[in-house]
């Protein structure tokens, strides 16, 4: 009896197995929220999902200072993560301020209990230099201010245009800030020449524009300063004159005409005593003395400074003055017996 019970329950329990059973179970849903759960009955062999609900409500992110603060939202663990990436900075987690090392665009999220739903905040781009200095404001008009915004400052770029160096005398060049350009002021004050003469030695300077005249040695273009104002002037040494006269602001000037002045001119009689050839040359000179007058050789410039002396001994005499600048030299040849035969030439050095 005991076996026959026995029999009948393990058949019963076989039975029972079977019915419970679910060959095909359908396929999980696979378009649950974050927060709900799939479970299979077995019993009517469906699956149904379960879940609450627990999204954390995202926090608003603001920049301010070059800093980014998560404020709000709901309870849970936040981080901060890069917009772009969707990379999340783990070392933040719990931190509601966050300052970049690089711009960017960065949220704040926040996880719930379980660590399946999570809240995003609004992405805000970060860069650098949030608070720019103000740009340069005192700029020329050719000048421009770029800002750099890896180093968070502005530079200044742009060349002034070129000064013209093609002025008159009178002339003066003036940047208009306006425009940005130059131009050219000035009326023509150049003085008119005056007309040099020459008589019994004395030059004299007539006519011309008024103001502040003075001589100069034409070859050498020396002025002589303390002749200015003077209308007449009595070279002491032999040269070529002029009268310079400047405007009132000294920047342009009226040459007069040149006039040569002499003491002693060679005659008929001069060509036989002494000759000198070439001239003009180089700076060597031949000074031929066919009656052999025996004396001294001196050359003086314009100014009667002496720059050559010798002793007059021979028929010929070779004469080197190549070590001068070039311009108009006098030679005075000094006889020791008969100063009647004391002459002055003329030379030039080209």
Do not use: H
Request: aromatic fraction near 12%; proline fraction near 7%.
């Amino acid at each position: 009896m005991k076996k026959l019970l026995l029999f009948i329950l393990t058949i019963l329990l076989v039975n029972s197995q079977l019915f419970s059973q679910c060959d095909n179970p359908p396929p999980p849903p696979t378009d649950l929220a974050c927060y709900e759960e799939a479970v299979f009955d077995e019993d009517f062999c469906e699956w149904y999902v379960i879940g609450e609900d627990t999204t954390p409500e995202p926090a608003v992110v603001t920049l301010s200072g070059g800093t980014l603060t998560a404020t709000g939202g709901s309870a849970g663990l936040g981080f901060w993560v890069d917009c772009a990436t969707e990379e999340p900075f783990m070392a933040t987690a719990g931190m509601a301020t966050f300052t970049p090392t690089a711009n960017g665009i960065y949220t704040y999220v926040i996880l719930n209990a379980t660590m399946t739903c999570y809240g995003i905040g609004n992405c805000v781009e970060f860069s650098q230099c949030d608070n720019p200095p103000p740009p340069p404001t005192d700029l020329a008009c050719y000048e421009e201010a770029v800002f750099d915004a890896d180093f968070c400052e502005w530079y200044v770029i742009g060349e002034m245009p070129e000064e013209p160096t093609d002025l008159a005398c009178y002339e003066e060049a003036v940047f208009d800030e306006d425009f940005c350009e130059w131009y050219v002021i000035g009326e023509d004050t150049t003085p008119e020449p005056a007309v040099v003469t020459l008589s019994g030695g004395t030059l004299t300077a007539t006519g011309g524009s008024a103001g502040l005249g003075f001589w100069v040695d034409c070859a050498t273009e020396e002025p002589f300063m303390a002749t200015a104002g003077m209308a007449t002037f009595t070279p002491t040494a032999n040269g070529i004159y002029t009268y310079v006269i400047l405007n009132a602001t000294m920047t342009c000037y009226g040459i007069g005409n040149c006039v040569e002045v002499g003491f002693i001119s060679l005659d008929e009689k001069d060509e036989v005593l002494f000759s000198i050839a070439p001239n003009p040359s180089n700076g060597i000179f031949t000074l031929k003395n066919p009656s052999l007058i025996d004396g001294v050789i001196v050359i003086t410039d314009g100014s009667g400074r002496i720059i050559y002396e010798s002793s007059l001994d021979t028929f010929e005499k070779s004469i080197d003055i190549s070590n001068v600048s070039l311009g108009i030299y006098y030679l005075n040849v000094k006889s020791e017996n008969n100063n009647n035969n004391n002459k002055v030439i003329r030379i030039i050095k080209n």
